[in-house]
Each structure stands twice: as C-alpha cells, then as structure tokens.
C-alpha cells in the first residue's frame, strides 16, 4: 500500500539529533462555536473555564481547550461524548455549535533542540510570541495550522488531512536542512 | 606572467594557492581572493565585452556595484550562472568562468563593428530606426533586437542546486558591517537587545578593510575591527556576511539573500546554495556607506580604467596592485590617499592629475615627498591602448578650457569623481530625499518607516565622524526599545576625511560630438546621449533614462544615475531637484530566481492535496488530473485502454451495473444553530423552511451580482443543523463568502460555520444495482424507495462505520453518497469494491462521471457557467424561490441587463453530421455571414456519449431556450459544423431510472 502519513500509525515519523517529527495518536476534537453570555454555562457543561483570550489554551484531566477566534474554540477530550451530551442538553437555552471534527486533522509533534529553528522556516510569526502553553491558528508553508507550544522546543501541530504528506515532506526537508548547519 | 601580488600586502592567504580557470585557461589565485582580484594579480585587466559596442572592458570597482566584469560561472551540468559579477565571486580550486558578450573570443570580438558605427547607436535609436516599414518588426527588428537585449546565456539545464528560505524576528537589524554598523551594533546591543549585524561581503570592517592604516582608539584598524567583532560575538549580536538585503517592504520587512555555498569547492551535503531571508526587525540601521563615482571623459571604459577607492581595495585587501605605472585623475581628495598607498607599495605613480585649481597643502606636500609629479587644474582627454589602456592625454584647463593635450604613458588610470551616499534601501522605504548643493548630491531625509540611516550613507566622511554617528544611530534605536545605552569614545589618526568637487563630463578640446565618454558602463550610455535626449525634447529624468536607457541595467545606476542627472541637469540649465532622481526598486543587487523559489520547486512547488483514497486510484493505476489544489482520479484505464475506450467503458458499466467514484474533495460545511435554516434561506436562493430533516435539496449560491457562484446537494441532518456540500474548487470561496455575511452583514443570526470537508471520505455509487449493493452493508436505514426515497439522509452505519448517508445523483441512477470518518474512506471504498465484484462494479474518474451528469443536463459550475450566468440563463428558475423576502444575489437578479430578452440560455446541441464540438468553440446563427461574423454564444461541454451513442454538447446561445430545434453554426478552421438546438437533458428525461424499482428487495 502506498505510504502515507494518512496510513501511519501514531510514532516517531522522522528524527535527527536536533528535532523528531512524530504522529500524535488520534484524539477526539470538537469545534465549539458561541457567543461571550454563554460560555459560563458552556464551561461547566465542558468542566474547564472556557478561555476568552485568543491562543490561550486550559487543560483539566482529559480535556484540552483552546481559544482559536473570538467565538471559537478548539477542544480535545478523551470524554468528548459527555462534553457533547452535556452541551446538548444546554442547546435550546444557550445555543452553540459543537461540530465533531475529530478525523479532520493529523497532529505532529515535532520537538528537540532545533524544533524552533525548524518552524522558522516556513513560520512567518515570531516565535517568542507563542510563549509555552498557548496555541494559534495560523500558516505554516502557506497552509492554514493550528499550532501549540508545549515546552520551549515542543510543538504540536495540527494540519489538515490532504495537507500532511506536504507539510511532512517540507519538515524532512528542513530537518535534514538543520542537520547539515555548521554551528 | 608577470605578478602584480605585493608580499605583505592584503587578507588574502598566499600560503593557500586556489586554481581556477577563466575562458579555458588556467589561473593561480589566493584563498580569499576574487574572480577579479585574482585576475588582476595575473595582470589581467580584460574581462569582458560591453553591451552595445562589444566593447573590451575590464572591472571599475571591487565590489557589488560592479557594472563591467560580468562572467559566467559554472560548476558542473545546471550549475551555470551568467551575469555573475567577478568581483563579487570568490575561486575556489576548480571554478570554471567564461567572459560574456564576445565571439569568437574576447580579445577579438566580430561584434566590436558596433563600436565603429556608434554614430548610428545614438540614443532612442531603437525607438527611431526599428519603426519602419512596419513589416519589418517581426522578421527583421524583432530578432535582432531580442538576440542583442541579452547579455550572457541562460542555462538550459535543469538547475540541481536547492534554495531556502527562513524567516527571522529581531530587535535591531542593522544592513552594513562597516565602521558605521560596528559601532551601531555595538551600541545597540544593550539590556538584551536582540541585533543582527548583515553585510553583503565575505567578511565584516566595510572600508575599514581598505584603510589598514588608520587607527581606532590607539589600534590599528584590522586589530580594532577583530577585537570589535569578538566583543559583538560575546554580546550575542547574530553576524551575518555574504547576506545582502535585497529589499525594504512595509513594517520593517526587509528580504536579505544569503550566499552559502557559492565560494566552496566541495558542496556539503543538505546545504542549500542560497537562503532567502524574511527578516522583521523592530528597529532597522542602514550603513550601507557610499559608492564611488566615476569621472566622464573620452575613453573612460578602457581596462585598466578603475575607481582610485578600488584600486586601493585591491591593493590593500588582496595585495594586488592594479596597475605598476599608475596615474590618479580625481576632483577628490580621496584619490590621493589612494595615490600614496600605492605608491607607498612600490608602484610607480606616474601623476596625479587633478581638474580643481587649489588642493589642501598637505596632500600636496605629502606627494612631493613620495615624488609624485601634479597637475592640478588639468583634465584627461583620451585614453589609449587597445586591449588594456597604455597612455593617456592630459590637458590643462584654462577658464574652463582645455588647452594642448600631453602623453603620459602608465598601466593603470585610476579615477575618483567623489562619493555618492547609498539611499538604494532608504529608497525602497519611500524615504524623501533632499538635494545637497555643498556635496551635489541627494542626502536621505524623512522615512515612514523604523529606521535610521547613518554614517557614510547620510552624507558623513572620514571613520572617525561615521563611528561616532554609527554609536548614536545605535544609542537611538536602543532608546527607542526602551533601553538605556551610551556612546563610546572614537579617536581615530590617520584618518583621511577630505572633499572635493563634482563634475559634469571633463572639459575636452576634442569635438565633443565624438566623445565616447562613459556614465552608464553596463548600458553603454555616453554623456553625448544623455544631452542628445534632452535636445530631443526629455525633460524629466525618468524620461531620459528610458530614452537613453542610463541606469536601467543590472547595476540599477548605482555608477551612473547622479553622473547622468549632472549633466542632464546641465543640458536642462536646471538645478538637479528640478530634474529628479529616479527610484530605485528591490533587489539592491541581482538574485537569482532560486531564491525567490525557494523550497517551492519541483514536487515541492504547490500543495498538492490527496483524498484518503488516493492511495487505491494510485495502485490501481488511474490517470490523474489536477482539480484546484486536489489531484483526482480521472480514469482508470486497463490494459490497452486509451481515455475514450476506459471512460466509455466506465460509463457503459455504470449505467448497466454500478460504478463507484471519490467524491471526498467535495467542500462541506455544517451549518448549526437555531438561526441555521434563516441562515440558509438567504445564503442560497432556494427555499429551506419546509425541507424536512431527514431530506436534501440541491442548492445554487449567486453572488450579489445574481450570477451564479457555486452549488451542491445540501442536506438537513437536523432541525437546526445542515450538511452543506460544495463544488471541490469552490470549498474555500463558498466558507469565505458565508463567513463574510454572517460577520458583517448578519451577525445577530446564531448560527456557525465549521469546514468538515476533511473531516469526511466521500463515495459515490451510482447504477442500477446501487442499492442492492450496498443495502446489506447498512444498518439503521432500510434502502427502499419507500424508506429513503431519491433526495433522503440519514445518519447510519455502513459496513461497521458510523456513515452519513445520502440519496443523491449526479448520474440519473439510483445513486449514494456515502460519508464516513476520514481515515475509514480506503477501508469503505475497498469493502464496496469487493461486495460490488458480484454486480460487475466498476471504479470511475471525474470524466465519467463529467459525461454522466451532461447526459443528464446537470451543470458543472464554473464550466457550463462563467461567472455571467444565472439561474434562469442555465435553465434553473425551478431552484429560485418565489416568495423569499431576501437572498444574495435577488437584487442583482432585477438589474435590466439580466432580465433582457436576448440574454445566453444554456442549451443542448446535438450535430447533425454526428462529429463531437470542441469545448470553447464560437457559435454563429448565419455561417455565411461576412468576417467578422456575429458571435452568439459558445460551446460549454462536450463529450461522446456512450448511452447515446452519438457525441453531445452543452453550450450557450443567444436566446437558447427559444429556439428549441432550430440550427446554429459551429465554424471550425477547416469546416463548418450545423448542430441542432436542444433540451439540456439527453438521456432519461423522465428521471425513472433513479428509482429504486418496487418489490426490488434483499
């Protein structure tokens, strides 16, 4: 069978001593959409505070939810059936959106000491901008992402199916770009 | 060969011999040298032809700004550059180089018979001569303009060498290492401040590298630099050579190209040749210092004829003198510090000859004492020599006159007409520039950018005066980041500060109507053209420059635009600001197209998307097409199969059995919220209320104008929750514009748009054995005509998966649309594959499934439709409610234009003689009208239809829809063809066979 990043399984994708690209295991995600009055209610439905303040991102137990736009939010959770059930229940008085886009996206982590070396390469934002902890949707080699900042020199990456073996291929080719600097 | 090395001398490593070959011939240079440099310490000064006269020519500079010694370089198959400048490219063992512009060979040169018949090659003579007879452009004018427009030869392979690119945030981004950026750095690296200090040379010290004498603070200037760079080193500046910024876009965004392997003779492995930077600085300094301006006079271009700064360069840098018989001819003070240094290296200054009356007394002191002879108030009015200059004649100049001409013989004429300050990037701000009588030229003003310009590049002389106005550029910038930082204390001796004066050409006692006096080198331009454009009426400088084209070659004028503004200001009787300056564009210098490119080339050049499936099409060898960013599958050919054979067959099998087709790249968006179906009423023209959920209808969107934009089957999943599904190409429009509405036009509606094209696989089937097919996969939903009737979904399971099903058809069979979770798509597909094996199942490409839809008269939008069509125009009033108080596009709908009477229906035409239509082909009502005939329409689609069994077309015709039956003409180059106007729907018109039959049961 051809391979592609769509077949991979979760692991360790392509390494150098500076930066490892791996495939994150598959997570449930939701795309939540509502308006600011409603996310009191949307957060104890959800169990964490929702985060008002773009890139800002919380985690509690299982669950990881990150503020993308001003009536947007990214959530990760391994009980996505209950956020969905409970928010359900909330609909007819706080009305929402919550899409389950779980098979949407494949996640890289790309981490090591080079990691953010390697983002600058197809990353037009400052890096310090994203302090540890945050996330942002935004481009990386002219394809929309939506991109983390775990620890100083580790990032999850979320891109688009039909996007992956691009984005891969470009990230291989920076690893290696990486690999050969003379320092 | 005589060498014109001097021991002791430059920062070249002569215990480190490097080979390297010039027009096939070996040459021996240094480590550290140049092209030029180590040619000219080979004595060579030849080096190239000009442009327009074939003329030989030899470098004038030692650096960028080179104009003249213009080589090929190669490295192997691909690796060839042309237009490279020798003075800029470093040898390495084994660098192959080639002169440019000669045949058969440099030393003669056919095309030299140009230089001959300059008289003809005035300015504006392609303008003039190449006008008439007008018959002669195509064959005659034209290809010989293109053959001599060219200088150097393009590669035609393949270029193996990768680029880069990366991008770069930083506090302070100072552009020129010299003693101006140093010391800005160095005040600028305070309290954390992040610098990064780029210079376009192999090394740091700009003219620092040229002035080994002076002394900084009690150093000699090549300790004090070294130490310098440690101490900038051990405050974390980011150094950067062989990076030149190429140009300075808005918000401090400056593009800086980073040279990596050029000057190695073995490639690292990984290493891209060049790395194009995208650089964001909070605060920018430019210290690109000053260039060197030539003198105007007869024969100003002869090699051997250099600037008196680069000739010190060479000598002081590569231990190269240019010339062992030099004689300076300045109106600068400069020139004679050059003088002395290479008199003070043996060479044998011949004369100093100098146009001003009076010079500073200790220059002329300092000269007597090195016995140089002087003539102050004297000119040069010819040069000699054939390949490389022998002698040269000097008059005096008396009342502005030059009276008798004297032969001095000498190897070398070395010239300085002053200083220009380099404003190229400040430029590039839309900096204002303001005229400075005192030193003739433009001096940088107000910028709207965060920068700051300094030292030489402001007009500042001597290395003294440019460190100390380079601390508090970088005092300033650090002040601005909020941070505290102080200016250090520069003592420099022996720094030679001078002046001088500006000239226009030098006066001649020659006709001057003869002069080839130089200003533009690498156009050939004399100043004999500039004032010939004047005289011809140009009066701006813009339009002499275009006339004469001075300035307009690679260098960008960075030798001639002041040179030519002076003397057209002259001709003018104008002051120079009422002429103007020219503007100067990015790049500073040229950049190769790799580059630009950057990663983007090859496989790597555009995303090229792919469906989960993808993978099984690949394996079982489709032919693929592109569709927007999206590869699809198009046909699957088998043994032996041509496109038409495979898709006939394709289609045969479908409307026989079942054919099974990805349709994941179709856009989808789910649509939610309590306002979702008001929403949708006024998004798409259709009416939604009464669509029940469970149920789909086929959607149109129009754009304001009334036109129509995209469709797609739209299902409501829920009461408040629709599936929406897009064209693949119009994905990304379609969530734009619906976005843009919901957040500007309508944001009290609650309701959300959320892309789940990713988030699906898609498969179609379609045939009449569809449902039997899949009926016993599903589980939730009974596929019977009573329970999911044609335009149903549902949410179910499908062989174990979680499935969005969907009744549609884009085939006029029973057909299935068949969503599951993304990653499942190749598992679903091949689990269909297999149960349809028994039914004879066939896979299809997007051109099956484009001659299925056209037998049936579905439109493709954006191939039936151009932008210019409406519903009704496409025959689809039926999918535009009526009594809809609102919905994009109903107001263009009524503009009179769309409601004439004579609008383009989409029609089907069937031709008579049985012969299939190009797509794209003009119509006509009358085929023997007169040329040019009256077109009234065009062919949309066009394909051979199996279920026909005759060719069909979709095409758009003047008022179509009322000539049902009537001929139209197709004129074609060799015929023309009559095809009979006709229902959009060829096949099934009654829509039975999308019917799953009663009774047809499991």
């Known amino acids: 069978m051809t391979h592609t990043i769509a077949t991979s399984p979760a692991g360790l994708l392509f390494g150098t001593q500076g930066v490892q690209i791996s495939r994150m295991p598959p997570k449930a995600r939701l795309s939540l959409r509502s308006r600011n009055a409603n996310l009191m209610a949307l957060s104890k439905a959800i169990g964490i505070p929702v985060p008002t303040k773009i890139g800002a991102c919380d985690t509690k137990g299982g669950t990881e939810i990150l503020c993308l736009g001003p009536d947007e939010w990214l959530v990760l959770s391994d009980v996505s059936d209950h956020i969905a059930e409970a928010c359900e229940k909330l609909y007819a008085s706080v009305p929402h959106s919550l899409v389950d886009i779980s098979h949407r996206e494949v996640t890289f982590n790309i981490s090591g000491p080079q990691a953010t070396e390697l983002l600058t390469l197809g990353w037009p934002r400052d890096p310090a901008s994203l302090r540890v902890g945050e996330g942002r949707r935004t481009v990386f080699d002219s394809a929309t992402v939506v991109l983390w900042r775990d620890a100083e020199n580790a990032y999850r990456m979320d891109v688009w199916n039909s996007f992956a073996d691009h984005l891969f291929q470009f990230l291989q080719h920076g690893c290696r770009e990486l690999a050969a600097q003379a320092y | 060969m005589t060498t014109y090395r001097v021991a002791g001398k430059g920062r070249v490593d002569t215990g480190q011999p490097v080979t390297f070959t010039f027009d096939g011939k070996r040459f021996e240079g240094c480590a550290g040298d140049t092209v030029a440099s180590a040619l000219l310490a080979n004595g060579v000064h030849l080096m190239g032809r000009s442009f327009k006269y ?118 302070v981004l100072i ?137 010190q360069t060479y000598l002081n840098r590569y231990g190269v003198l240019v010339g062992k018989r030099p004689v300076i001819i300045t109106s600068h003070d400069s020139a004679w510090d050059a003088a002395f240094d290479l008199a003070d290296a043996g060479a044998d200054v011949r004369a100093i000859v100098d146009t001003r009356e009076t010079v500073d007394e200790e220059l002329q002191s300092q000269a007597r004492m090195r016995g140089i002879g002087m003539k102050l108030s004297h000119t040069v009015t010819a040069t000699s020599g054939r390949l490389r200059v022998s002698s040269i004649r000097v008059n005096p100049i008396d009342d502005g006159k030059a009276g008798d001409g004297l032969i001095i013989p000498c190897d070398a004429l070395l010239m300085s007409g002053g200083w220009t300050p380099s404003l190229h990037l400040f430029s590039h701000t839309k900096g204002s520039l303001t005229w400075n009588e005192d030193q003739t030229t433009f001096l940088p003003k107000d910028t709207p950018e965060d920068c700051t310009i300094a030292g030489a590049s402001r007009g500042l002389w001597g290395i003294e005066n440019v460190l100390i106005d380079g601390a508090s550029a970088g005092v300033k910038v650090a002040m601005a980041l909020g941070k505290e930082s102080q200016t250090r204390q520069h003592k420099v001796t022996h720094d030679r500060i001078g002046s001088g004066v500006s000239q226009i050409e030098l006066p001649t006692d020659k006709s001057s109507g003869k002069a080839k006096a130089f200003v533009d080198f690498q156009n050939d331009v004399t100043a004999k053209d500039l004032r010939l454009a004047v005289r011809e009426g140009m009066r701006s400088i813009e339009h002499v420059k275009r006339y004469t084209t001075n300035g307009m070659a690679t260098d960008q004028g960075k030798m001639s635009n002041i040179n030519g503004l002076n003397i057209a200001a002259d001709a003018l009787n104008k002051p120079q600001p009422q002429v103007g300056l020219t503007t100067f564009r990015p790049p500073y210098t040229p950049t190769t197209f790799g580059a630009f490119a950057g990663y983007h080339r090859g496989d790597h050049f555009e995303i090229t998307r792919k469906t989960q499936i993808d993978s099984w099409a690949q394996e079982n060898g489709a032919v693929f097409e592109p569709v927007g960013q999206w590869r699809r599958a198009r046909y699957f050919p088998k043994r032996g199969e041509d496109m038409d054979t495979a898709v006939g067959r394709e289609c045969r099998t479908t409307r026989a059995h079942v054919g099974i087709f990805d349709a994941s790249t179709l856009g989808k968006i789910e649509v939610v919220g309590p306002d979702a179906v008001e929403f949708m009423n006024r998004m798409y023209t259709n009416p939604w209320t009464k669509l029940a959920a469970g149920r789909c209808r086929y959607g149109l969107l129009l754009g304001d104008d009334g036109f129509i934009r995209d469709d797609g089957v739209i299902g409501r999943m829920s009461q408040d929750c629709f599936h929406v599904t897009t064209t693949t190409g119009g994905a990304a429009r379609v969530m734009n514009m619906m976005e843009d509405y919901l957040q500007t036009e309508w944001p009290d509606l609650d309701v959300w748009l959320t892309s789940t094209t990713e988030n699906w696989s898609t498969i179609a089937l379609n045939g009449p054995k569809a449902a039997k097919l899949l009926a016993p996969l599903v589980d939730g939903v009974e596929l019977t005509e009573d329970a999911f009737p044609h335009m149903s979904c549902a949410e179910c399971t499908v062989a174990g998966m979680p499935a969005r099903l969907f009744r549609v058809s884009f085939t006029g069979e029973i057909g299935f649309e068949i969503n599951v979770p993304a990653p499942m798509g190749r598992k679903l597909w091949e689990t269909l594959w297999q149960a349809g094996q028994e039914h004879g199942i066939t896979a299809y490409g997007t051109e099956t499934m484009h001659v299925l839809r056209a037998e ?86 066009s394909y051979h239809s199996d279920a026909m069994g005759r060719p069909i077309a979709l095409a758009l015709v003047e008022c179509g829809q009322n000539r049902m039956g009537e001929t139209v003409y197709i004129p074609m180059p060799d015929r023309t063809i009559a095809a009979k106007i006709t229902s959009t729907v060829f096949f099934d018109p009654s829509n039975s066979r999308v019917k799953i039959p009663s009774g047809e049961m499991l």
């Open chain 2, 54 to 171: 074939h003329r030989p020519r030899g470098p004038v500079t030692a650096g960028s700004e080179e104009p003249n010694a213009l080589i090929g370089t190669r490295r192997g198959a691909g690796q060839f550059e042309p237009n490279t400048r020798a003075t800029v490219q470093e040898i390495w063992d084994g660098l192959e180089t080639t002169s440019q512009n000669k045949f058969p060979n440099l030393k003669f040169d056919i095309g030299a018979i140009n230089d001959f018949a300059y008289m003809l090659f005035s300015a504006g003579f392609y303008y003039k001569t190449f006008m008439w007879p007008k018959n002669f452009w195509h064959k005659v004018y034209e290809p010989f303009i293109r053959k001599a427009a060219g200088l150097g030869v393009s590669p035609t392979e393949e270029d193996p060498d990768t680029y880069a690119s990366r991008n770069l945030h930083c506090d």
């Open chain 2, 856 to 941: 049936k008269g579905y439109i493709i939008v954006g191939q039936d439709t151009d932008g210019t069509v409406t519903p009704y125009d496409a025959g689809m009033g039926w999918a535009v409610a009526k009594t809809k108080k609102d919905f994009v596009g109903m107001r263009g709908l009524m503009r009179p234009d769309l409601v004439a009477s004579n609008r383009r229906h989409l029609v089907g035409l069937l031709t008579e003689d049985g012969t299939k239509l190009e797509e794209g082909a003009q119509i006509v009502f009358d085929p023997h009208q007169a040329i040019p005939m009256t077109m009234v329409g065009h062919v949309t689609s």
């Open chain 2, 175 to 311: 552009v020129g290492a010299g003693p101006t950026g140093l010391a800005a750095a160095r005040a600028a690296a305070v309290g954390g401040v992040n610098v990064v200090l780029i210079d376009e040379n192999v090394e740091c010290g700009g003219t620092l590298l040229s002035k080994p004498n002076a002394e900084i603070n009690g150093m000699p200037s090549w300790d004090w630099l070294a130490a310098e760079l440690v101490s900038l080193r051990s405050l974390g500046v980011k150094i950067m050579t062989r990076t030149t910024a190429i140009g300075y876009y808005h918000q401090n965004m400056i593009g800086m190209v980073e040279k990596l392997t050029d000057h190695l003779s073995d490639l690292p492995k990984d290493t891209p040749r060049e790395r194009m930077w995208h650089v964001r600085a909070k605060q920018v300094i430019l210290a690109q210092g000053a260039l060197e301006k030539p003198l105007v006079f007869h024969g100003n271009d002869r090699p051997g004829v250099m600037l008196a700064g680069s000739a």
